[in-house]
T-cell receptor, first 113, second 113 residues
Framework: AQSVAQPEDQVNVAEGNPLTVKCTYS??????LFWYVQYPNRGLQFLLK??????LVKGSYGFEAEFNKSQTSFHLKKPSALVSDSALYFC???????????FGTGTRLQVFP | NAGVTQTPKFRVLKTGQSMTLLCAQD?????MYWYRQDPGMGLRLIHY???????AKGEVPDGYNVSRLKKQNFLLGLESAAPSQTSVYFC????????????FGPGTRLTVT
Protein backbone atom coordinates (compact mmCIF):
# COMPACT_ATOMS: atom_id res chain seq x y z
CA ALA A 1 0.00 0.00 0.00
CA GLN A 2 1.17 3.50 -0.73
CA SER A 3 1.54 5.77 2.25
CA VAL A 4 3.29 8.72 3.81
CA ALA A 5 4.32 9.04 7.44
CA GLN A 6 5.16 12.02 9.58
CA PRO A 7 6.56 10.46 12.74
CA GLU A 8 6.45 13.59 14.91
CA ASP A 9 3.18 15.18 15.99
CA GLN A 10 5.01 18.28 17.15
CA VAL A 11 8.43 19.81 16.70
CA ASN A 12 9.65 22.57 18.99
CA VAL A 13 12.56 24.79 18.06
CA ALA A 14 14.00 28.08 19.25
CA GLU A 15 13.94 31.03 16.90
CA GLY A 16 17.17 31.26 14.92
CA ASN A 17 17.90 27.55 15.21
CA PRO A 18 17.68 25.15 12.27
CA LEU A 19 14.53 23.07 11.97
CA THR A 20 13.70 19.71 10.44
CA VAL A 21 10.26 18.22 9.92
CA LYS A 22 10.43 14.56 8.96
CA CYS A 23 8.54 12.68 6.27
CA THR A 24 8.93 9.14 4.95
CA TYR A 25 6.98 7.55 2.14
CA SER A 26 6.12 4.26 0.51
CA UNK A 27 5.02 4.45 -3.10
CA UNK A 28 5.16 2.50 -6.33
CA UNK A 29 7.10 4.02 -9.18
CA UNK A 30 8.87 7.35 -9.06
CA UNK A 31 7.60 9.47 -6.17
CA UNK A 32 6.12 12.91 -6.63
CA LEU A 33 6.46 14.53 -3.19
CA PHE A 34 5.01 17.74 -1.80
CA TRP A 35 5.10 19.86 1.33
CA TYR A 36 2.20 22.09 2.36
CA VAL A 37 1.78 24.47 5.30
CA GLN A 38 -1.43 25.35 7.11
CA TYR A 39 -1.74 28.45 9.26
CA PRO A 40 -4.56 28.61 11.84
CA ASN A 41 -8.04 28.74 10.30
CA ARG A 42 -6.64 28.73 6.78
CA GLY A 43 -6.41 26.32 3.88
CA LEU A 44 -3.20 24.55 2.96
CA GLN A 45 -0.53 26.44 1.03
CA PHE A 46 2.00 24.81 -1.26
CA LEU A 47 5.63 25.08 -0.10
CA LEU A 48 7.69 22.94 -2.45
CA LYS A 49 7.78 19.73 -4.44
CA UNK A 50 10.15 17.06 -5.69
CA UNK A 51 9.46 15.61 -9.10
CA UNK A 52 12.87 14.71 -10.47
CA UNK A 53 16.42 16.03 -10.63
CA UNK A 54 18.37 17.66 -7.80
CA UNK A 55 17.71 15.98 -4.46
CA LEU A 56 17.69 19.32 -2.65
CA VAL A 57 14.57 21.29 -3.46
CA LYS A 58 14.12 24.93 -2.52
CA GLY A 59 10.72 26.42 -1.85
CA SER A 60 8.81 29.32 -0.39
CA TYR A 61 9.71 31.26 2.78
CA GLY A 62 13.28 29.92 2.88
CA PHE A 63 12.26 26.28 3.25
CA GLU A 64 13.99 23.43 1.49
CA ALA A 65 13.61 19.68 1.44
CA GLU A 66 15.98 16.84 0.81
CA PHE A 67 14.86 13.82 -1.19
CA ASN A 68 16.62 10.62 -0.13
CA LYS A 69 15.67 7.65 -2.28
CA SER A 70 17.54 5.03 -0.27
CA GLN A 71 15.85 6.11 2.97
CA THR A 72 12.54 6.92 1.25
CA SER A 73 12.49 10.25 3.03
CA PHE A 74 11.66 13.83 2.13
CA HIS A 75 12.48 15.93 5.19
CA LEU A 76 11.62 19.62 5.31
CA LYS A 77 14.34 21.95 6.55
CA LYS A 78 15.08 25.56 7.23
CA PRO A 79 18.46 26.92 8.37
CA SER A 80 17.06 29.55 10.75
CA ALA A 81 13.54 29.28 12.16
CA LEU A 82 11.21 32.24 12.65
CA VAL A 83 8.34 32.54 15.12
CA SER A 84 6.12 33.14 12.10
CA ASP A 85 6.99 29.65 10.81
CA SER A 86 4.81 28.19 13.57
CA ALA A 87 2.11 26.25 11.75
CA LEU A 88 0.94 22.77 10.76
CA TYR A 89 3.03 21.10 8.06
CA PHE A 90 1.86 18.31 5.79
CA CYS A 91 3.86 16.01 3.58
CA UNK A 92 2.06 14.45 0.62
CA UNK A 93 2.84 11.93 -2.10
CA UNK A 94 1.16 11.38 -5.45
CA UNK A 95 -0.34 7.90 -5.73
CA UNK A 96 1.32 6.16 -8.65
CA UNK A 97 -0.57 6.44 -11.90
CA UNK A 98 -3.46 8.39 -10.39
CA UNK A 99 -4.52 11.97 -9.87
CA UNK A 100 -4.68 11.58 -6.10
CA UNK A 101 -2.47 12.74 -3.24
CA UNK A 102 -2.00 10.97 0.06
CA PHE A 103 -1.33 13.32 2.95
CA GLY A 104 0.54 12.62 6.14
CA THR A 105 -1.12 13.30 9.47
CA GLY A 106 0.71 16.59 9.86
CA THR A 107 3.42 17.95 12.17
CA ARG A 108 2.84 20.99 14.30
CA LEU A 109 5.89 23.24 14.32
CA GLN A 110 6.24 25.55 17.28
CA VAL A 111 9.01 28.14 17.12
CA PHE A 112 9.73 29.83 20.45
CA PRO A 113 11.18 33.33 20.72
CA ASN B 1 -8.19 36.50 -9.08
CA ALA B 2 -9.90 34.99 -6.04
CA GLY B 3 -8.34 31.53 -6.40
CA VAL B 4 -10.43 28.85 -4.67
CA THR B 5 -13.45 29.96 -2.67
CA GLN B 6 -15.80 27.92 -0.50
CA THR B 7 -19.27 28.66 0.80
CA PRO B 8 -20.41 28.58 3.49
CA LYS B 9 -17.54 29.08 5.96
CA PHE B 10 -19.46 27.61 8.91
CA ARG B 11 -22.55 25.47 9.24
CA VAL B 12 -24.36 23.61 11.98
CA LEU B 13 -26.70 20.78 10.97
CA LYS B 14 -28.93 18.44 12.86
CA THR B 15 -28.61 14.72 12.26
CA GLY B 16 -30.52 13.75 9.14
CA GLN B 17 -30.49 17.17 7.51
CA SER B 18 -28.96 17.73 4.09
CA MET B 19 -26.75 20.43 2.71
CA THR B 20 -24.50 21.33 -0.20
CA LEU B 21 -21.05 22.87 0.00
CA LEU B 22 -19.95 24.94 -2.96
CA CYS B 23 -16.41 25.25 -4.25
CA ALA B 24 -15.50 27.66 -7.01
CA GLN B 25 -12.18 28.32 -8.73
CA ASP B 26 -11.28 30.99 -11.25
CA UNK B 27 -7.96 29.55 -12.44
CA UNK B 28 -9.39 27.38 -15.22
CA UNK B 29 -8.09 24.26 -13.48
CA UNK B 30 -9.15 20.87 -14.75
CA UNK B 31 -8.89 18.93 -11.47
CA MET B 32 -10.87 19.59 -8.32
CA TYR B 33 -10.92 17.76 -5.00
CA TRP B 34 -12.88 17.58 -1.76
CA TYR B 35 -11.06 16.65 1.44
CA ARG B 36 -12.02 16.41 5.07
CA GLN B 37 -9.60 17.24 7.86
CA ASP B 38 -9.94 15.62 11.25
CA PRO B 39 -7.56 15.93 14.22
CA GLY B 40 -4.71 13.44 14.05
CA MET B 41 -5.81 12.11 10.67
CA GLY B 42 -4.51 14.65 8.23
CA LEU B 43 -6.48 15.25 5.06
CA ARG B 44 -8.54 12.48 3.53
CA LEU B 45 -9.85 12.59 -0.01
CA ILE B 46 -13.64 12.31 -0.32
CA HIS B 47 -14.27 12.71 -4.04
CA TYR B 48 -12.48 14.33 -6.93
CA UNK B 49 -12.99 15.36 -10.54
CA UNK B 50 -10.58 15.35 -13.47
CA UNK B 51 -12.74 17.57 -15.63
CA UNK B 52 -16.18 19.03 -16.23
CA UNK B 53 -18.84 16.36 -15.99
CA UNK B 54 -16.57 13.78 -14.31
CA UNK B 55 -16.38 12.62 -10.71
CA ALA B 56 -14.56 9.81 -8.92
CA LYS B 57 -14.45 8.36 -5.44
CA GLY B 58 -11.63 9.05 -3.07
CA GLU B 59 -10.63 7.44 0.20
CA VAL B 60 -13.78 8.21 2.25
CA PRO B 61 -16.74 8.71 -0.15
CA ASP B 62 -19.56 7.15 1.87
CA GLY B 63 -22.32 9.57 2.83
CA TYR B 64 -21.26 12.18 0.28
CA ASN B 65 -22.13 12.96 -3.31
CA VAL B 66 -20.55 15.41 -5.74
CA SER B 67 -21.27 17.10 -9.03
CA ARG B 68 -19.14 19.04 -11.51
CA LEU B 69 -21.61 20.50 -13.97
CA LYS B 70 -19.38 23.49 -14.71
CA LYS B 71 -15.62 23.47 -14.89
CA GLN B 72 -15.25 26.16 -12.26
CA ASN B 73 -17.59 24.65 -9.66
CA PHE B 74 -17.44 21.47 -7.61
CA LEU B 75 -20.33 20.73 -5.24
CA LEU B 76 -20.22 18.41 -2.25
CA GLY B 77 -23.54 17.14 -0.93
CA LEU B 78 -24.49 15.49 2.32
CA GLU B 79 -27.85 13.76 1.89
CA SER B 80 -28.43 12.79 5.52
CA ALA B 81 -25.88 14.30 7.86
CA ALA B 82 -24.41 12.24 10.70
CA PRO B 83 -22.30 13.36 13.68
CA SER B 84 -19.36 11.45 12.16
CA GLN B 85 -19.38 14.01 9.37
CA THR B 86 -18.46 16.79 11.76
CA SER B 87 -15.21 18.02 10.26
CA VAL B 88 -13.47 20.78 8.36
CA TYR B 89 -13.93 20.42 4.63
CA PHE B 90 -11.43 21.71 2.12
CA CYS B 91 -11.74 22.07 -1.59
CA UNK B 92 -8.69 22.17 -3.83
CA UNK B 93 -7.93 22.51 -7.52
CA UNK B 94 -4.95 21.86 -9.76
CA UNK B 95 -4.16 22.25 -13.49
CA UNK B 96 -3.88 18.94 -15.31
CA UNK B 97 -0.61 17.19 -14.63
CA UNK B 98 0.37 14.79 -11.83
CA UNK B 99 3.30 17.08 -11.02
CA UNK B 100 1.08 20.11 -10.39
CA UNK B 101 0.52 21.35 -6.88
CA UNK B 102 -2.97 21.81 -5.49
CA UNK B 103 -4.50 25.13 -4.52
CA PHE B 104 -6.75 25.05 -1.47
CA GLY B 105 -9.78 26.98 -0.40
CA PRO B 106 -10.17 28.41 3.12
CA GLY B 107 -12.33 25.57 4.39
CA THR B 108 -15.84 24.99 5.73
CA ARG B 109 -16.31 24.02 9.35
CA LEU B 110 -19.32 21.71 9.65
CA THR B 111 -20.81 20.56 12.92
CA VAL B 112 -23.53 17.90 12.98
CA THR B 113 -25.43 17.61 16.26
Amino acid sequence: AQSVAQPEDQVNVAEGNPLTVKCTYSVSGNPYLFWYVQYPNRGLQFLLKYITGDNLVKGSYGFEAEFNKSQTSFHLKKPSALVSDSALYFCAVRVFNTDKLIFGTGTRLQVFP
Amino acid sequence: NAGVTQTPKFRVLKTGQSMTLLCAQDMNHEYMYWYRQDPGMGLRLIHYSVGEGTTAKGEVPDGYNVSRLKKQNFLLGLESAAPSQTSVYFCASSPDRPTDEQYFGPGTRLTVT
